[in-house]
């Protein structure tokens, strides 16, 4: 039976990752302990205090075989010092994100993947070689392999997010305003830079900047991405034909300013949002407009 356009598409049940879900009445803690209905305790490793009273939990089970518990808490947005600036960040493969601002607060490509691809090729070699018939159940060795090759995904996997969170912190912390392009990066899956797009982790890094935001009282803009490497940041010309890839500087053939293309793209990004009072008239009048994420 096909599935019909627009409806969900669900997990196999041997393909989804278990998981156990208890409300206010299935659980409670108790001398750092988590006891769960039917009279099972289990002793949690805590990374951090609980700010408040949960009100669920959820435990899952990683492809490692480790389980994890997350509570469900009402949010509370911890406010910084106010800075009086604003930056507009722009998205990209050659660097996960640069800015309007210093080099200080671009994110360069840290290419964890590459860094882990022999170690995974290895590990996805060994599984192949020990992939039991269909139909009979795996061996050790296979389920070894499968263990380490879980391993190194997890690995580059925190890496990602704990880069993208240092990085966000510190965009939030120097900045009251952000200027974002909502860039979803589904397209790059069919292009010649999958592979590099997919180790930038774009999309995890873009929610761990507004979830930040959102948590320390900061305010985002989220701006169209539409022809932002096209339009200049000084006069507001755009140019008749999009830049390639291979193109990094962006030269104006009307006012002939010349500099790094993502630079120029997140200076679009302020503009666009009006967070740029002195270049915000030479905005093009039919750029669209931004929307206040946070």
Same mark, same amino acid.
């Given at each position: 039976?096909?599935?019909?356009? =627009?409806?969900?598409?669900?997990?196999? *049940?041997?393909?989804?990752?278990?998981?156990?879900? @208890?409300?206010?009445?299935? %659980?409670?803690?108790?001398?750092?302990?988590?006891?769960?209905?039917?009279?099972?305790?289990? $002793?949690?490793?805590?990374?951090?205090?609980?700010?408040?009273?949960?009100?669920?939990?959820?435990?899952?089970?990683?492809?490692?075989?480790?389980? @994890?518990?997350? %509570?469900?808490?009402?949010?509370?947005?911890?406010?910084?010092?106010?800075? !009086?600036?604003?930056? =507009?960040?722009?998205?990209?493969?050659?660097?996960?994100?640069?800015?309007?601002?210093?080099?200080?607060?671009?994110?360069?490509?840290?290419?964890? =993947?590459?860094?882990?691809?022999?170690?995974?090729?290895? @590990?996805? *070699? &060994? &599984?192949?070689?020990?992939?039991?018939?269909?139909?009979?159940?795996?061996?050790?060795? @296979?389920?070894?392999?499968?263990?380490?090759? /879980?391993?190194?995904?997890? *690995?580059?996997?925190?890496?990602?997010?704990?880069?993208?969170?240092?990085?966000? *912190?510190?965009?939030?912390?120097?900045?009251?305003?952000?200027?974002?392009?909502? %860039? $979803?990066?589904? %397209?790059?899956?069919?292009?010649?830079?999958?592979?590099?797009?997919?180790?930038?982790?774009?999309?995890? $890094?873009?929610?761990?900047?507004?979830?930040?935001?959102?948590?320390?009282?900061?305010?985002?803009?989220?701006?169209?991405?539409?022809?932002?490497? &096209?339009?200049? /940041?000084?006069?507001?010309?755009? $140019?008749?034909?999009?830049?390639?890839?291979?193109?990094?500087?962006?030269?104006?053939?009307?006012? !002939?300013?010349?500099?790094?293309?993502?630079?120029?793209?997140?200076?679009?990004?302020?503009?666009?949002? !009006?967070?740029?009072?002195?270049?915000?008239?030479?905005?093009?009048?039919? !750029?669209?407009?931004?929307?206040?994420?946070?």
């Amino acid at each position: 039976m096909r599935r019909r356009a =627009g409806m969900p598409k669900f997990k196999k *049940k041997h393909l989804a990752a278990p998981t156990l879900n @208890y409300t206010r009445r299935g %659980f409670r803690l108790k001398e750092g302990r988590l006891h769960l209905a039917g009279g099972i305790a289990v $002793t949690v490793v805590w990374s951090r205090d609980l700010p408040a009273e949960p009100s669920s939990v959820r435990i899952h089970r990683d492809p490692v075989g480790h389980l @994890y518990p997350s %509570f469900v808490v009402p949010a509370r947005v911890e406010e910084l010092p106010a800075t !009086g600036r604003a930056i =507009g960040i722009d998205w990209g493969v050659k660097d996960i994100a640069a800015t309007t601002t210093s080099d200080a607060h671009d994110l360069p490509h840290p290419q964890y =993947g590459r860094a882990a691809a022999a170690k995974l090729a290895r @590990y996805q *070699k &060994m &599984m192949a070689r020990r992939r039991p018939p269909k139909g009979r159940p795996a061996s050790t060795g @296979y389920r070894k392999a499968a263990r380490q090759a /879980a391993k190194a995904h997890r *690995k580059v996997a925190r890496q990602r997010a704990d880069a993208a969170r240092k990085w966000a *912190k510190k965009v939030v912390r120097d900045h009251d305003v952000l200027a974002v392009e909502d %860039f $979803t990066p589904k %397209f790059l899956a069919r292009s010649t830079m999958a592979r590099k797009a997919a180790d930038g982790a774009i999309g995890a $890094t873009k929610n761990a900047l507004i979830e930040m935001a959102r948590k320390h009282g900061r305010i985002v803009h989220l701006v169209n991405p539409a022809h932002t490497t &096209m339009d200049c /940041a000084g006069c507001g010309a755009r $140019t008749k034909h999009a830049l390639p890839l291979s193109e990094r500087t962006y030269t104006c053939t009307a006012c !002939g300013v010349s500099c790094p293309r993502d630079k120029n793209s997140a200076r679009v990004m302020l503009l666009r949002a !009006g967070l740029d009072p002195v270049g915000v008239e030479g905005v093009r009048p039919d !750029g669209p407009p931004a929307r206040q994420a946070a």
